[in-house]
C-alpha cells in the first residue's frame, strides 16, 4: 500500500517552496515588469539552500524543476500576484512529480493526482478554514 500523506502539510510545503523559488527568481532578475515577465530570461538555473533549479517560462507562468530529484513547480499564472497560492493544475504536477498519489484530511482520502479529486480537498479545506479561495484568481492560499 502507498503512503497516504497529511494534506495541511503537504501544501504548506509547497507553498512555502514555491514562495521560496519566486523570490529567488524575483531577487536574481527583479520583480516582472509586466505580465508576461519580460524582463525574466526564458529559462535558466537558480540556486538557494544549496539545491539547483531550472526554471522555463511560458506564457505568463515560470515552470521550475529541481535538478535532482526532478520535483514540479509549475507557477503557469499570477507569479506575481500570490507566489505562494496554488490551485488543482499546479499540485497535480507537484504530486505526480513528487510520486505522491493520496492524501487525507482527517479520515477523508484524496486521489493526489486527479484534478477532480483536489479540487474536493480544496474545498474541504476551505470548510475547515485551513484554506481560503482567492476567487479573483481561481487559486487557494493558507489562511
Not at 502507498?2 to 520583480?31: D, M, N, P, V, W
Not at 500570490?82 to 499546479?90: A, Y
Not at 498519489?101 to 479529486?117: M, P, R, T
Request: glycine share 6%; aromatic share 12%; hydrophobic share 40%.
Amino acid at each position: 500500500m502507498k503512503e497516504i500523506i497529511e494534506a495541511h502539510k503537504a501544501l504548506r510545503e509547497y507553498s512555502i517552496t514555491q514562495g521560496r523559488l519566486c523570490a529567488a527568481l524575483f531577487k536574481e532578475y527583479g520583480a516582472p515588469e509586466d505580465r508576461f515577465l519580460t524582463n525574466i530570461p526564458s529559462s535558466g538555473l537558480l540556486t538557494f539552500d544549496d539545491p539547483v533549479w531550472r526554471f522555463k517560462k511560458h506564457g505568463v507562468g515560470v515552470l521550475f524543476e529541481h535538478l535532482s530529484s526532478h520535483t514540479l513547480f509549475d507557477v503557469h499564472q499570477h507569479i506575481c500576484v500570490c507566489p505562494t497560492c496554488f490551485d488543482t493544475w499546479r499540485l497535480v504536477q507537484y504530486f505526480e512529480s513528487k510520486g505522491i498519489h493520496s492524501l487525507n484530511v482527517g479520515s477523508k482520502i484524496f486521489q493526489a493526482q486527479d484534478e477532480d479529486s483536489l479540487a474536493e480537498m480544496l474545498a474541504e479545506l476551505v470548510n475547515i478554514g485551513t484554506v481560503v479561495s482567492q476567487s479573483e484568481i481561481k487559486a487557494f492560499a493558507f489562511s
